[in-house]
């Protein structure tokens, strides 16, 4: 059964500071991998979806790197910003063809 | 374009009651799933929709159960609620199923169960 965890479960940083969010998964048979944020009370919002044959996508301030074999995977947010308080969620499409979710991030940046 | 539509945005209901929640996927998105948030179990996945067939399920009870229309709404149902069905359920569209699909959630149905 594959399991998604990651730490820390809160994070806290002053704004303009570079961050690394963390993601681990059990099971490395996945097809890819997907970054979410969600603000309070909201959906999620997808950022970043890597195929299990990439090792990284880019948008904007953030990378998202995936290292299958070691079932890790990394979010960098460049130059934070108090808009990127939220709680991010990494996902992980298996073949059991679900998505299985992390249990968060919660991030606040400190202006 | 619209996103994913869910309807209602809060309710609450009664244990024993029953309820339909309704999700509107984005225009051309065939999948539709459904998930269940609690702050102890986290996102859970109930079940996945394509072309109006129920493709996937999660360790859900029977009492959860869910439809799709040819127009590819869908909707959720659960049956005898409990005190523990207490949660935001996200619905999520995405044009096809499988891997390269990126996924778009809605804003959740928020339901309590008093």
């Known amino acids: 059964k594959q399991e998604v965890t990651q730490i820390p479960a809160a994070l806290s940083v002053p704004e303009g500071e570079n961050l690394v969010l963390n993601c681990s998964f059990t099971?490395?048979?996945?097809?890819?991998l997907q970054w979410f944020r969600q603000d309070p009370g909201k959906g999620l919002t997808s950022l970043l979806l890597?195929?299990?044959?990439?090792r990284e996508q880019t948008s904007g301030r953030l990378n998202a790197s995936l290292d299958k074999s070691s079932g890790r995977s990394t979010l960098y947010i460049a130059a934070s910003q108090p808009g990127d308080s939220a709680t991010y969620l990494c996902?992980?499409?298996?073949?059991?063809?679900?998505?299985?979710f992390g249990t968060g991030t919660r991030l606040t940046i400190i202006p | 374009k619209a996103g994913v539509t869910q309807t209602p945005r809060y309710l609450i209901k009664t244990r024993g009651q029953q309820v339909t929640l309704s999700c509107s996927p984005i225009?051309?998105?065939?999948?539709v799933s459904w998930y269940q948030q609690t702050p102890g179990q986290g996102l859970q996945f109930l079940f996945e929709?394509?072309?109006?067939?129920?493709?996937n399920k999660g360790n859900f009870p029977g009492r959860f159960s869910g439809r799709q229309f040819s127009n590819s709404r869908s909707e959720m149902n659960v049956s005898t609620l409990e005190l523990g069905d207490s949660a935001l359920y996200l619905c999520?569209?995405?044009?096809?199923?499988?891997?390269?699909?990126?996924?778009?959630f809605g804003e959740g149905s928020w339901l309590t169960v008093v």
């Open positions: 999520a569209s995405s044009r096809n199923r499988g891997t390269g699909n990126t996924i778009y």
């Open positions: 099971d490395s048979a996945i097809y890819n």
């Open positions: 890597i195929q299990s044959s990439q």
């Open positions: 996902a992980v499409y298996g073949g059991n063809e679900k998505l299985t």
């Open positions: 225009s051309g998105h065939r999948s």
């Open positions: 929709y394509f072309s109006e067939t129920q493709r």
